[in-house]
Structure formats: structure tokens, C-alpha cells
């Protein structure tokens, strides 16, 4: 017996032609045929709250949205024992599953290729796929796909979980499982390489670093360094909220990489983007707005 299928696609935002706008698909795991109402309100949330959220409030022009209706065979999504779940395993057909690397439950993932393969047969000019799983299970994660759950708070995964996805924004936090989690001493230092992604940086000199032009003058740099790399760094902010600058502790270490600004989206569930994710978010949609 197959896992599900395939209902068919319906456009709910229309800015404008597919091969001139950013495209965004939603589609849904975990549903069954019987759910599908239930769907389409969970992804007509997601849009709102999309559309409320700087900086795509002002750039919402750009964007259209696709709702692909699947059906699955079983309700919700794998939770394995390994990670604490309770053992289900439903067939589901985008494969959902919690505790994606063996380890930690909140990594809710899904079969990245059938995902992405769904969405291309679809909607052959999307730039963003997103995978709503039917669950209230907290979880997400954010590789070529944007996957998260109902849990409270799934919006605010969902704006986290698109910042990998579409924008190669990288976590901002200084832990991998957690603050007094992590085993000791696994996560003190970043290693000496500097990463690709935008909004994260070894390097916290005024002068070279990757968001300079954003850095005020009065800002002190590094705005804040990590006095204990055995742990996560327990200051507050020395700076109003928003201020951009180069706070030590990111990208899953406490010491030695460097975030823009104290808190971000990319950090914690509940901040706006930091200005420099703005940035770099505005700076990939502005060319798909409408002249
Ligand atoms: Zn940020």
C-alpha cells in the first residue's frame, strides 16, 4: 500500500507571473485525505504570519505562494524511542520523522528528495519549499527544505527554519543540543575556519568584518566576549536590542565565532531577524519585486 498521494496545487498569493516572482511552495505531511481542510488553515497561518514579519511585510510584491495538497496514509510523523518518542511510525508520504540524527527529537526532518522533487513537478519556478508536518510534537529543521511542526510557537520554527533554507543564514546560537547540555568541552571553540554563511564570522575587526557597513561608529568591537568558553556566555546585552555588532558565542560555540547583534530569529525563537539577516534577506527578494 502506498504512503499517500499527490491531490493537486492551488495558488493562494498572486503577486505576479511565476518566472518573475519568488516562489514559495507548502506542502504537508503527516495529513490524511480527511485533514486536508485542516492544511490548508495551518498554511494559510503560516502566510500571515510570513506577511506580518519584517522584512517580507514590505517585500510581500515579490512573493507568490503555492499550497500543494498531499494526502498521507497515516496521521502524524515518526517519534522514535531513540530520542525519547513514543515509537510511532506512521506512512507518511514525504517520510516525516523526529530525532533525524538519532539524537535529538526536535530534529524533525523529512525525505529531503521526494520534497524536493514534489515541489519541482509542481511548481517548476519554486525558490522556497516548505513541509508543514501534522504533528504537535515541537520540531523542525532546515536543509534544502524548511520542515516544521504544529507545535506552539511552529510559525516562529518555520521563520527560523527559511532562514537556512533560502537565505543561507546560519544558526546563531552558541550550542548544539543545549546551554549545560552539549558534553563538556564539545562545544568551547569554534574551529579556526571561517563560515560561508552571511551572519555568523570568526573575524570580529572593525574593519574587515563580513557586516561592517552596518556597524555603527559608537559600537564597541567585539561588543561582548565570552569571559568562561566552557560555557555559554551568561552576560546581557551592554547594548540597546537591535544593536548590530560582534557579540561573541554563535554558530554552536561558545567562543571564537561571532553573531551580529545580541539577539536574532537565527539565535531564539520569538526575536526579529537581526539587521544583517534583514539585509541579506532583502538583498535576495528585492530583484523579484514588480518595477
Ligand atoms: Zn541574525
Same mark, same amino acid.
Given at each position: ?76 510523523? $515518526?517519534? *522514535? ?11 507518511? =508520504? ?31 519556478? =519554486? ?20 520542515? =516544521?511542526?504544529? $507545535? ?51 573575524? *570580529? ?51 571564537? $565565532? =561571532? ?33
Amino acid at each position: 500500500m502506498s504512503n499517500g498521494a499527490i491531490v493537486g496545487t492551488t495558488q493562494i498569493v498572486d503577486h505576479g507571473p511565476a518566472s518573475k516572482r519568488w516562489n514559495i511552495v507548502i506542502m504537508g505531511d503527516g495529513y490524511q485525505a480527511a485533514q486536508l481542510g485542516q492544511f490548508a488553515t495551518d498554511v494559510d497561518r503560516i502566510v500571515a504570519t510570513l506577511f506580518a514579519t519584517a522584512p517580507f511585510d514590505s517585500l510581500r510584491q515579490a512573493i507568490n505562494v503555492f499550497r500543494v495538497d498531499v494526502s498521507s496514509a497515516d496521521s502524524g510523523a $515518526a517519534d *522514535p524511542v531513540a530520542c525519547g518518542g513514543t515509537g510511532a511510525n506512521p506512512r507518511t =508520504f514525504f517520510g516525516a520523522r523526529f530525532c533525524g540524527d538519532g539524537q535529538i527529537q526536535r530534529l524533525l526532518v523529512v525525505e529531503d528528495r521526494i520534497a524536493l522533487a514534489t515541489a519541482q513537478q509542481q511548481v517548476p519556478q =519554486f525558490h522556497l519549499a516548505m513541509v508543514i508536518v501534522n504533528s504537535t510534537i515541537y520540531g523542525g529543521s532546515g536543509g534544502a527544505v524548511s520542515v =516544521f511542526s504544529l $507545535a506552539r510557537g511552529a510559525e516562529e520554527i518555520a521563520l527560523h527554519e527559511l532562514g537556512h533554507s533560502a537565505f543561507n543564514l546560519a544558526d546563531e546560537y552558541q550550542y548544539w543540543a543545549g546551554c549545560g547540555v552539549d558534553a563538556p568541552g564539545t562545544h568551547d571553540r569554534h574551529p579556526p575556519e571561517e563560515p560561508q554563511q552571511p551572519n555568523v564570522t570568526i573575524d *570580529p575587526d572593525r574593519g574587515r568584518i563580513k557586516w561592517a557597513s552596518l556597524v555603527q561608529a559608537a559600537t564597541p568591537m567585539p561588543t561582548t566576549v565570552n569571559p568562561n568558553c566552557g560555557t555559554c556566555d551568561p552576560q546581557p546585552s551592554p547594548v540597546p536590542p537591535g544593536v548590530v555588532g560582534a557579540f561573541e558565542g554563535a554558530h554552536y560555540h561558545h567562543c571564537g $565565532a =561571532f553573531r551580529p547583534a545580541f539577539n536574532c530569529r537565527m539565535r531564539g525563537l520569538g526575536f526579529p531577524y537581526c539587521g544583517v539577516c534583514q539585509a541579506i534577506i532583502r538583498a535576495t527578494l528585492l530583484p523579484f519585486m514588480p518595477n
